[in-house]
């Protein structure tokens, strides 16, 4: 019988499953989603590395061929011209491991996930506080 693959408890615990040229890929694009949103805190969901802030933030995980990046549908949505020479779909997108990464969109993505959660965070915060009509 096979045995079923282990899920990481940490993205250390990911990373480290990826060979060395793939972990390095994956280590600057943790770092630069740290870097994006510095309050955000680690997490695996889905079974791949998760940013949270106030819910999920993005995800991002390693194939054989490319990474995949899930900043949700309004971040590919925003990005959608810059975004235009890879792979996507509604919340996703590939960047192929033959090619360079693009860590400053992804830190600008990163940014615009960080503005919206801190935005719709702020909004549930101040309808909690108004009185009832």
């Known amino acids: 019988m096979k045995k079923k693959p282990e899920v990481p408890k940490t993205i250390d615990d990911y990373i480290a499953a990826f060979p060395p040229a793939v972990q ?45 990046f899930y900043p949700t549908p309004s971040g590919i ?29 992804i830190e600008r993505i990163v940014e615009f996930r960080v503005k919206e959660a801190m935005a719709r965070h702020s909004g549930k915060s101040a309808r909690g506080n108004r009185p009832a009509t």
Do not use: C, M, W
């Open 24 to 68: 390095a890929i994956l280590e600057q694009v943790r770092s630069t989603i740290r870097k994006a949103a510095p309050n955000a805190v680690e997490a695996i969901k889905y079974h791949i590395p998760t940013f949270e802030l106030h819910g999920n933030l993005v995800h991002f995980a390693a194939f054989t061929s490319h990474i995949g």
């Open 77 to 105: 949505a925003k990005f959608q011209k810059a975004l235009s020479a890879y792979p996507s779909a509604k919340g996703s997108v590939q960047f192929p491991l033959d090619r360079p990464i693009p860590f400053v969109l």
